[in-house]
């Protein structure tokens, strides 16, 4: 190329040393995304040759740079990798070896004793004071452990899903928007069902349904009808964290498309609609009747869904039944132009 007076001129690219040889090897090493990140840094370093700006430019200070300047020059890419921040010294265990080899024994002789009933055993016959959780070391270090208990807890953790938890502005939305279920039990003559209960937050209709057992196939039929029932579609559910509420029913609200809420460990007022039901329930209907067979309780409490939604008046309501709020809910939306599919 010409330059202004007729002289060739050439293009320099500022490169480090050697740098060919650093980029095949770091190709062979795939190194992490933090190394190369620094490897940009040390290439803006040779090629402006001064740390400030390169410090500026990154946002690190200089004592860093220099820090993984010197790590390259001594190690070339590996020198970039993060060192492990195991310590080197170890606190090792001052427990004697024959304390150790009685614990193991016990453990052997009694396999079903946990580290609590051995560190009793080991104070009270022996004399060796130990904590039981120093035993639980001992015992997780030599191999000790029942697994039977672990076989259980991998079996139980195929069932546990994440949690989802509901918001509050789904209360007051629009019918079928959130819907609270709940178990309870109930004896009568000597023996015990389980009522399966559900209201709808906004327009307070609800339904219940007495079985013989608190299953998840119990559950899920309950859905069923509960769907069959209502006046509108179910979009999300909220219950306990029962496991009346796991296994089919879950898999039947997958199946239904409708989302499953769980309420957070001992906390009712969470389900705070659906357990004032329950309480209403119980000192307005089971304080005077009674029965001796699901299907009996069952045709108590078809009479009961229905003086509760059409007759009886809500005073959080206006004194209005739920079925007459949620019609004219529904008139006023057709005023407005809403649409509200059923």
Request: charged share 30%; with cysteine; proline share 4%.
């Amino acid at each position: 190329m010409k330059g202004s007076i007729g002289t060739t001129t050439g293009i320099y690219h500022t490169r480090l040393p050697h740098q060919r040889r650093i980029e095949r090897m770091a190709k062979c090493l795939d190194l992490s995304r933090e190394a190369k990140v620094r490897l940009a840094w040390l290439t803006h370093y040779k090629k402006y040759k001064n740390a400030s700006v390169t410090a500026r430019r990154f946002g690190i200070s200089r004592t860093t740079l220099y820090k993984w300047l010197r790590r390259c020059e001594r190690r070339a890419p590996r020198g970039l990798l993060d060192l492990p921040r195991t310590p080197r010294r170890k606190r090792a265990s001052q427990i004697p070896w024959h304390t150790v080899q009685l614990v193991c024994d016990l453990r052997r002789e009694h396999p079903a004793w946990s580290r609590h009933k051995i560190a009793v055993i080991l104070a009270r016959d022996h004399g060796i004071a130990l904590s039981s959780s120093t035993v639980g070391r001992i015992l997780k270090r030599r191999g000790f452990y029942d697994r039977r208990l672990s076989k259980r807890r991998r079996k139980a953790s195929r069932w546990r899903k994440r949690r989802l938890r509901s918001q509050r502005w789904m209360k007051n939305a629009f019918p079928g928007c959130l819907i609270q279920i709940d178990a309870k039990h109930l004896r009568f003559g000597g023996r015990k069902y389980y009522q399966f209960t559900a209201i709808d937050c906004f327009s307070r209709v609800a339904f219940c349904r007495a079985c013989s057992s608190a299953g998840s196939r119990c559950a899920e039929a309950f859905l069923s009808e509960l769907k069959a029932y209502m006046p509108f579609s179910l979009l999300a559910l909220q219950t306990g964290g029962g496991s009346e509420f796991l296994r089919h029913f879950d898999r039947a609200t997958e199946e239904k498309l409708i989302t499953h809420f769980f309420s957070h460990p001992s906390c009712p007022k969470e389900n705070a609609f659906v357990e004032r039901k329950i309480q209403t329930t119980k000192y307005e209907l089971w304080a005077f009747r009674e029965g001796e067979a699901v299907q009996e309780l069952n045709q108590i409490l078809d009479e009961w869904n229905y003086v509760y939604d059409r007759v009886r008046p809500h005073q959080g309501q206006g004194y209005l039944t739920p079925m007459e709020f949620f019609s004219l809910w529904m008139e006023e939306c057709k005023d407005r132009g809403d649409v509200f599919t059923m």
